[in-house]
């Protein structure tokens, strides 16, 4: 092989290397499809959808609930954090310990379940019985979100001052739910302790009512 021949197949190598490499800067990149798009399903005579990407769908279509879950959490670590048991009394301090635990432990279950039966369901639309649950979940969710708002509300009215800017308040989360820091008002709790107390009161009655919906879930094939 000639000098001549070498050097033109090392040219000729030179500009196939440099033409990918150009084709892998300027090439037009695709954009994740959307999470929310969603395939026909034929059943008998009716058409059903379900999610391409219900794995993906599935903390959009739970964002409010986890957002809710997040800022009623925070709301306690507040409550832990800023009063002591000479402001509310001991047997309310350790039951906002103990609420801290129990709405981490629900929020695990219901949110386990849900995403189960939320991928379940989508992927055999066609199942009725299937559907019917997780509609019973949507349900059941959507009651969740306004128990807890009715709670946090309670609380809502803060003091005017806000609290030193420098220190982040940030939201408790649990596995990839959203940070809701950004949502929470940095301002320092109003210490009415009748208020804080029917707070706890009406949150325990919640968890309550939570706890009896995940005990039917034992029995749900």
Do not use: W
Request: hydrophobic share 35%.
């Amino acid at each position: 092989m000639t000098a001549g021949n070498i050097k033109t197949i090392i040219i000729s190598v030179t500009v196939i290397v440099v033409a990918i490499i150009i084709y892998l800067l300027v090439r037009p990149i695709n954009n994740h499809p959307r999470v929310d798009e969603q395939d026909a399903v034929t059943c008998g005579n009716r058409t059903v959808y379900r999610y391409k990407y219900p794995s993906e769908f599935f903390p959009v279509f739970a964002q409010e609930y986890n957002t809710q879950v997040s800022l009623t959490s925070d709301l306690l670590k507040r409550f832990s954090d800023s009063l002591g048991p000479g402001e509310i009394g001991v047997e309310a301090q350790n039951k906002i310990i103990e609420l801290q635990d129990r709405l981490n432990q629900d929020n695990i279950t219901f949110s386990t379940a849900l995403r189960t039966y939320f991928i379940n369901s989508n992927s055999d639309p066609c199942n009725d019985t299937l559907r019917q649950k997780f509609l019973a979940f949507t349900d059941e969710m959507a009651r969740r979100v306004l128990d807890l708002k009715s709670t946090t509300a309670m609380v809502a009215e803060i003091e005017n001052t806000p609290v030193d800017s420098t220190k982040n308040v940030t939201a408790a989360t649990n596995g990839n739910h959203p940070d809701t820091s950004h949502l929470l008002p940095k301002y320092a709790i109003t210490k009415d302790t009748a208020k804080i107390k029917t707070s706890i009161h009406r949150l325990d009655q919640v968890l309550n009512a939570n706890s009896q919906f995940n005990q039917r879930l034992k029995m749900l094939p």
